[in-house]
């Protein structure tokens, strides 16, 4: 899974009533604005056959609707709140890997009304929010919160950052057993507590202190740094052993987590940049992974960061804040470019950081990890774990993803 791997959802299904408006008959509208959950069609098309097309369905499934010469089909761009702009297509112009929403009937089901994103439209979209995520996109863990006040202050590495919401503001909360974006519901400030992670997407200040956001994700994620003690491919899983609680825990992998390993130059780089912001201990030595848990920045449960790309600058205490391989946002391009990895390509021994579930504290599910890093948690672990957990991303903070008017 790629950092900018999203699966964008449909807008919901109640918006039908507008795509009636503007497009069917009375008799049309009245199905819409009466559908039920049953007569509803949500996902991504598999594949199309004649009149025939296939969907992977939302809630997991899968289902052929028959889409005859009499239903309306609309193309209308991710994003659209309204349908004032779709355009009519005909079922040659669906293809694999489009948004469908459908109004069906009958069984089998026959489609009266789809609207429909199609998938190049929906990858222009992702690009263009990532590029803006880049840009004005800021993350780190929370340390207060003040929901009368509309505000919450961050820390990224040794940046402390103030998130101010509006009553525009779109706020979004991850579930504590999930790893997908789409599972993400609307959210409150009041939710948000010390210690989740934050990401926010807005205008910053000259200084960069503060941001007025359009967007904020938060959850709270556990952050480990460990050492692999075994592997079990066969069942993705592996076992680590955390550095700072000394335990033993399973770590499952989903295809949804994300597994990179940093190239060996690379780490050392980052390493050296750690180094320069998170000093030596007094015997002159680079600080240890086992010294530098002791101290106050070392955030074992930190989070990650949901919305795509990384938080710009200010990662683990380093003076590069121009996004350089040291920073948070230039982690994240590195994960970015380095390669994925699978259970099978870890060993035992190696040196890990994962951003993992926060349910059971003997297991956990795999949100993103990182291989290869022995010489960053000798450098500094506090600067590793607060760097990463600036940088990483859940795959699939599109933010017109669960929007409406985006398919």
Do not use: C
């Not at 956001?213 to 592997?231: H, K, L, P, Q």
């Amino acid at each position: 899974m790629g950092m900018a791997k999203a699966a964008p959802k449909l807008f919901p299904f109640a918006i039908l009533a507008a795509l009636a408006l503007a497009a069917a008959s009375p008799r049309a509208v009245l199905r819409a604005q009466t559908a039920s959950p049953s007569n509803r069609v949500i996902g991504t098309v598999s594949s199309v056959s004649g009149n025939t097309v296939s969907v992977k369905t939302d809630a997991d499934g899968s289902v052929n609707v028959t889409v005859p010469d009499t239903a309306k089909i609309l193309r209308t761009a991710p994003g659209q709140k309204t349908l004032a702009g779709a355009t009519k297509i005909t079922v040659s112009d669906i293809g694999r890997g489009d948004r469908v929403l459908m109004a069906v009937e009958g069984n089998p089901p026959s489609a009266t009304i789809v609207v429909v994103n199609k998938k190049s439209d929906i990858d222009a979209k992702q690009a263009e929010e990532q590029a803006d995520w880049q840009q004005r996109g800021v993350g780190g863990l929370v340390k207060s919160v003040d929901a009368a006040g509309g505000t919450l202050t961050i820390t990224s590495g040794a940046r402390t950052i103030t998130i101010h919401a509006t009553p525009a503001t779109a706020i979004r909360r991850y579930a504590p057993d999930s790893v997908r974006f789409s599972d993400a519901r609307p959210s409150t400030l009041a939710a948000i507590q010390p210690g989740d992670q934050v990401t926010a997407r807005g205008n910053r200040n000259p200084g960069d202190t503060e941001v007025t956001a359009d967007e904020i994700v938060s959850g709270s994620f556990r952050n480990i740094a460990g050492i692999v003690t075994s592997t079990d491919a066969a069942a993705s899983t592996f076992t680590v052993k955390d550095l700072l609680s000394k335990k033993t825990v399973t770590i499952r992998v989903t295809p949804d987590s994300d597994l990179r390993k940093l190239n060996p130059q690379m780490a050392e780089m980052i390493a050296m940049r750690l180094k320069a912001g998170s000093g030596r201990e007094g015997n002159g030595q680079p600080a240890s992974a086992e010294a530098a848990q002791s101290r106050p920045g070392f955030h074992q449960n930190a989070g990650g960061e949901p919305g795509p790309g990384g938080a710009r600058g200010g990662g683990g205490g380093h003076p590069d804040e121009a996004g350089g391989a040291g920073s948070s946002s230039g982690l994240a391009r590195v994960l970015q470019r380095s390669p994925e990895i699978h259970v099978g390509d870890l060993h035992k021994g190696d040196a890990v950081m994962i951003v993992a579930t926060s349910g059971d504290p003997n297991e956990a599910t795999a949100i993103r990890l990182v291989a290869g890093v022995e010489p960053m948690l000798r450098a500094s672990a506090s600067g590793s774990q607060s760097m990463f957990s600036s940088a990483w991303n859940l795959g699939g903070g599109s933010a017109q993803e669960g929007e409406e008017g985006s398919p």
